[in-house]
């Protein structure tokens, strides 16, 4: 059964807070909660109904361990365990530890993870919202067939990246050394839903938080967490937004203080192999040209191109036809044509190309433990050329020397 209120103050309600499964105003607790003084957001229910429902989630809140006595110290993992955070997830599976007997390739760990946001019920939602399974986006006729876009879905597409661009500007002014990934993940969700849009990554494929955040050695998919940056880190921030029926998707890699010679010359270089990419798109042109391009580039600059993960088509589907490869003599199959809406992406290692998968599902990191880095557009190709439609604006934060110098 279920606790009304909170622990030792009847006169303490806690209607104020939504419940953890509807967001309806909460009447009840989780009782073991309680005991474990875990923070009431994530033990607010309105009903022994949706406490059931949402039980074989919530329980793995209860493994967290509080201090054996008041004031003993914590780590860094302990704090945030301490509040109800959790270790990050498998696709949707919780882990418990940092996984010991794990080959890490780098400096980084895993730290515990922030229980989810919440989005108002009256934004607008993806499918995956409640479900965690994109089914209507993987069984769409545009996996296979690329959709030229209507002048009403331009419309809606460019309005999601307009969007997408003023959040990843909130993210960007807000770095520096010492703030966690995870208060990131928090103004990219706290933009997004100011601005009546649904962050794409929460719960898609059980994602746990509203943007990636990825570290170093990450190449991709990081997952926002405990750990603060430090002077010298380089950290990419995905954003993607679902506006009106439409996705806008973008990222930069930012640095965090002052950063040594090879991280910044690995960004400015990325950035480059980007536009230089954007600038060949046109009517005409084979999608196997973009990574001749960023390849030529990237090679020129002693840098390799990651190969496991490719630009995609979006518009009212996330992910979908055609995949933009950015790597040279790459097998993509398909020409540009005018209408057409997708991403170029590319990352990009300053040592081996290949990548390995952490344990959490998710993070994708450099073999070798080298550092990578990525930027990302989402482009509509026009009659003449290429529109991007999340271009930075003449306010967007001057964080990029090479920009302004």
């Known amino acids: 059964m279920m606790a009304e209120g909170s622990a030792g103050k ?39 109904a949706c406490f059931k429902a949402d039980w074989p989630g919530h329980k793995v809140h209860h493994r967290v361990q509080l201090p ?7 780590d860094l993992a302990q704090a945030a365990l301490a509040k109800g955070w959790l270790y990050a997830t498998k696709k949707g ?11 890490w390739t780098g400096d980084l760990r895993p730290l515990p993870i922030s229980p989810r946001r919440r989005v108002p019920t009256s934004i607008p939602r993806p499918e995956w ?38 959040v990843l500007d909130a993210a960007a002014a807000a770095i520096r050394p010492g703030i966690t990934t995870d208060e990131i993940d928090r103004i990219v969700h706290e933009a997004t839903i100011a601005g009546g849009a649904y962050p794409s990554p929460l719960n898609y494929h059980n994602f746990p938080k509203s ?61 480059e192999c980007m536009q230089k990419a954007i600038e060949i ?8 040209e973009v990574g001749e391009v960023i390849s030529r580039h990237a090679s020129m600059n002693t840098f390799q191109v990651v190969k496991s ?34 991403t170029i992406e590319p990352m990009i290692n300053t040592g081996v190309w290949r990548d390995r998968m952490w344990p959490d599902g998710w993070t994708a990191v450099t073999e070798d433990g080298g550092r ?19 271009a930075r604006f003449p306010t967007s934060p001057k964080v990029f020397p090479w920009l302004h110098e």
């Open 68 to 74: 054996a006595e008041p004031g003993a110290k914590l």
């Open 372 to 390: 990578s880095a990525q930027f990302e557009h989402t482009l509509l190709v026009t009659e003449t050329g290429v529109e991007v439609l999340t």
């Open 129 to 166: 919202a409640e479900t965690g399974y994109p089914e209507q986006e993987i069984e769409s006729r545009q996996q296979r067939t690329v959709e030229i876009r209507t002048p009403k879905q331009i419309a809606g597409i460019r309005a999601a990246c307009k969007l997408g661009r003023e």
């Open 211 to 271: 943007t990636c955040t990825s570290v170093n050695e990450v190449i991709c998919h990081g997952i926002p967490d405990a750990r603060p940056l430090a002077e010298g880190d380089i950290v990419n921030v995905d954003v993607s937004v679902f506006l009106n029926g439409y996705h806008g998707d973008l990222n930069e890699t930012f640095f965090v203080g002052k950063v040594d010679d090879v991280s910044r010359r690995l960004v400015q270089t990325t950035y």
């Open 93 to 103: 599976a919780a882990r418990t530890d940092q996984c010991p007997t794990f080959a």
């Open 281 to 288: 798109v046109k009517p005409g042109v084979l999608y196997r």
């Open 10 to 48: 009847a006169a303490d309600p806690i209607s104020s807070i939504p419940c953890v499964k509807c967001d309806a105003p909460a009447k009840l607790q989780c009782p073991k909660c309680l005991e474990m003084r875990l923070p009431r957001d994530v033990s607010a229910y309105c009903s022994q």
């Open 309 to 342: 993960y490719c630009g995609h088509g979006i518009g009212d589907l996330f992910h979908c036809a055609p995949n933009i490869p950015h790597y040279a003599r790459n097998k993509a199959v398909g020409v540009m044509k005018a209408g057409q809406t997708f």
